[in-house]
């Protein structure tokens, strides 16, 4: 159990969670930004790709977000309180050895609570690549923002919604797991049961955004297809 728990959060590598494979000083895989246009998107195809992040009852009429030279425009105004994106490599922690895999598309439907202040971190990272700051200087602008509360805290009952089939959370992952993410301040992981024996809720903490993530995987993808992968 133990074995398959971290073989689970080593390819869960959505929005903060750590990197699936260590560092290498030596040579690391993508050692500086890409250039911006290997980020973007045409934007019809950013929308269907943010919608597909959870099934069309709830995506359908979520806002939209899309990454453009920029930063993150609303394209499409929705009426459930639910706001669609695709996160791109930094969303990740800025340790990561693929903060700026340019491959990486991460759709995410966050349910009110989480787009107003869990992703909000993640908006203001965007805004930081495009000025051109360095990870370094992205992890102390984010410490910053959390301690001045430029930042709102963490909104109760926090969640999102990763169900596409068509997501690439990393090199190794891909596409990992339809899987629920629920975010919790502070270290909350053993007061959730997340990796005890036998839970289906596995926990990886972002010391950057402060919270615990719990994610368990869900049998379909958003289009209602099932998951066959072997780890299931």
């Not at 995506?59 to 930063?71: E, H, I, P, R």
């Not at 990796?195 to 289906?200: E, I, K, L, N």
């Amino acid at each position: 159990m133990r074995t398959k728990t971290l073989l689970l959060l080593a390819l869960a590598q959505a929005s903060w969670t750590a990197a699936a494979m260590p560092p290498d000083a030596q040579s690391p895989p993508y050692p500086a930004m890409a250039p911006l246009a290997q980020y973007l998107m045409p934007q019809q195809d950013e929308i269907a790709l943010a919608r597909s992040g959870a099934p069309k009852s709830i995506s359908d009429s979520a806002d939209v977000m899309v990454l453009t030279k920029d930063g993150y425009v609303t394209a499409v105004k929705g009426t459930d309180g639910f706001m669609c994106i695709v996160e791109r490599s930094w969303a990740k922690e800025t340790s990561a050895p693929d903060f700026w895999n340019p491959k990486m598309r991460a759709p995410n439907c966050f349910n009110r609570a989480a787009a107003a202040t869990y992703e909000q971190i993640y908006l203001m990272k965007t805004r930081w690549v495009l000025e051109g700051k360095s990870p370094q200087e992205i992890a102390r602008a984010v410490a910053a923002a959390l301690d001045s509360k430029e930042i709102p805290a963490l909104g109760p009952g926090a969640m999102c919604y990763m169900m596409s089939k068509q997501q690439y959370l990393n090199d190794q992952g891909k596409q990992w797991h339809p899987h629920l993410m629920f975010f919790v301040a502070g270290d909350a992981a053993e007061s959730w049961g997340a990796g005890a024996p036998g839970s289906p809720l596995i926990a990886a903490t972002s010391p950057q955004a402060r919270v615990t993530i719990l994610m368990m995987t869900v049998p379909h993808w958003s289009d209602g297809t099932p998951d066959t992968t072997a780890a299931h």
